[in-house]
């Protein structure tokens, strides 16, 4: 069995904050707020030579008064089953609870290794009073302060008989070289769903309600001879709507997962079209050179007889501009159609990004458009492009080598991208080009 340990527990007992000390990266959020924690967040860790891998979950609650409580169970269920060892984590300030003798009840019944854990024992008036737990008959409780790290190591020693000497985990293999591929956009437009229908499992959360992701969670895929790793992030709203810290934190950990993605798939809402933000989300993938693929969600919802697919997309055609080298695809999470055409569509973007030109090829096919459309002279300065080659880098970028590069207009630098794109496939791809002298 893979060496997976689940923190579980009920809410705001500190289940994150170990998380992220034990993975050494602040990659769960952690507020004081209750449930801040939803889905399964993966990440792996090492201690004495052996790596596992270590689930965040949602804190227990059988409210069911809130709306998320049984997604927020199911996600736990499923992080103890495929666990090989649970840490059960409870509250040493609050003292033993009945919530958390029927949560152990629960637990004992997977049978699995369980370590009890009493967090915030920062002080000793605290650890005193941690004797209690022993009536969860779940054996001695590991005194630890998560958030200075204060017993963890004893923690992480009672650990290692559980653990196998190699063990390929889903987070290991997701620090490997396999493309990198973001689900991006607002709030509600299934980000969740989409990938729970790609996965054929309930991966993540989903419900009506607005920012139920909170967490950017990285997900191994390998189906149909494809392999990569799928990051779901939080749904962006505009910065002036965003009002909690935990939001504010949810947004920054999306725009991280832009930064680390090799691929985004920036995803709409059919019936609301594109709108300001998901035009901001674009420009700011753009910016960040990363390869692009428009996800048009929902499309089963859209009335076929009033609108037509080819009128829907050059209407948002029109709208994108100047970005309008993304592809489109018009998907339903819910009904299925279309997801894996997306998936082969981020792949065929993945090596655009990467498509190398020679530079014999580049002047062969450039050269002739350049003399057919020469630069407009500027202050009677007549521009000469002598050659072009792609420059050695990740992403596409273009130099062209002239005696006038400061004189070279901004609308004559749109023509030659334009060129290049007509003549090579950089579809979904941003490119870039710069003039220098020669």
Known sequence: MANIVAIVGKSNVGKSTLFNRLVEKREAITDSTMHTTRDRHYGVAQWSGKHFTVIDTGGYIDDKQYALAPAICEQIQFALQEASAVFFMVDAKEGLTALDQAFANIVRSMHKPVLLIANKTEHATVALSAASFYALGLGKPFLIAAINGSGTGDLLDALLPYLTETAETEVGIAQSMLPKIALIGRPNVGKSSFLNSLLGEKRHMVSPMAGTTRDATAVYYNRYHKQCIIIDTAGVRKKSKVGESIEFYAVLRAIKAIQDADICLVMLDAQSGLEAQDMALIALAHRYKKGMVL??????????????????????????????????????????????????????????????????????IMLPIIDKVHPPAVKGKFIKIKYCTQVKAHTPIFAFFCNYPQYVQPHYTSYLEKQIRANFDFEGVPIQLIFKKK
């Not at 609108?307 to 309008?324: E, G």
């Not at 695809?329 to 998936?343: E, G, W």
């Open 295 to 364: 996800v048009i969600n929902k499309w089963d919802l859209i009335d076929k007889a009033a609108v037509t697919a080819d009128a829907y997309k050059k209407h948002l055609v029109w709208k994108m501009a100047p970005f309008t080298y993304l592809p489109m695809l018009l998907v339903s999470a819910l009904q299925k159609q279309r997801m894996y055409q997306t998936l082969e569509k981020a792949f065929t973007v993945y090596h655009n990004r990467a498509r190398k030109i020679s530079t014999a090829e580049l002047n062969r």
